[in-house]
Nanobody
Framework: QVQLVESGGGLVQAGGSLRLSCVAS???????MGWFRQAPGKEREFVAA????????HYADSVKGRFTVTRDNAKNMAYLQMDNLKPEDTAVYYC????????????????WGPGTQVTVSS
C-alpha cells in the first residue's frame, strides 16, 4: 500500500517554472512513479514517469525538454520540475505509483495522490 500527497502547485506566468513534489508513505522505493495531469473538460493524460532505480524516464511529447522527473528514494519523494511553462500546461497534476510493467506506457498505476493545481497565465 502506498499513499501519496502532492504539493508545489500554484499560479505562474508563461515561461516560468514550478517544481511539484510528491511525498509517499508505505512501500515506495520499489514502485515506478509517474505524473499525470487533467485539464478542465479533458481526460487525464500521462506526463512523465521514472523507474524505481531512477535509471529510466519517459515523457509525453508535449513536455519533453521542458519537464524533468526525479525521485529521492531515501526521502520517499518524487519531483516534477516544470520549466518554460505554457498556458496549455494548466491542469491538476497527480503523482502515482505503479505496480506493473505497463508504467512505461502510462498504465499499471494503482496508487494516486489527490492532485495539485497548476495554473499558467499568458
Amino acid at each position: 500500500q502506498v499513499q501519496l500527497v502532492e504539493s508545489g502547485g500554484g499560479l505562474v506566468q508563461a515561461g516560468g517554472s514550478l517544481r511539484l513534489s510528491c511525498v509517499a508513505s508505505g512501500d515506495f522505493s520499489s514502485s515506478p512513479m509517474g505524473w499525470f495531469r487533467q485539464a478542465p473538460g479533458k481526460e487525464r493524460e500521462f506526463v512523465a514517469a521514472i523507474s524505481w532505480s531512477e535509471v529510466t524516464t519517459h515523457y509525453a511529447d508535449s513536455v519533453k525538454g521542458r519537464f524533468t522527473v526525479t525521485r529521492d528514494n531515501a526521502k520517499n519523494m518524487a519531483y516534477l520540475q516544470m520549466d518554460n511553462l505554457k498556458p496549455e500546461d494548466t491542469a491538476v497534476y497527480y503523482c502515482a505509483a505503479a505496480t506493473g510493467p505497463g508504467w512505461v506506457v502510462g498504465t499499471d498505476f494503482k496508487y494516486w495522490g489527490p492532485g495539485t493545481q497548476v495554473t499558467v497565465s499568458s
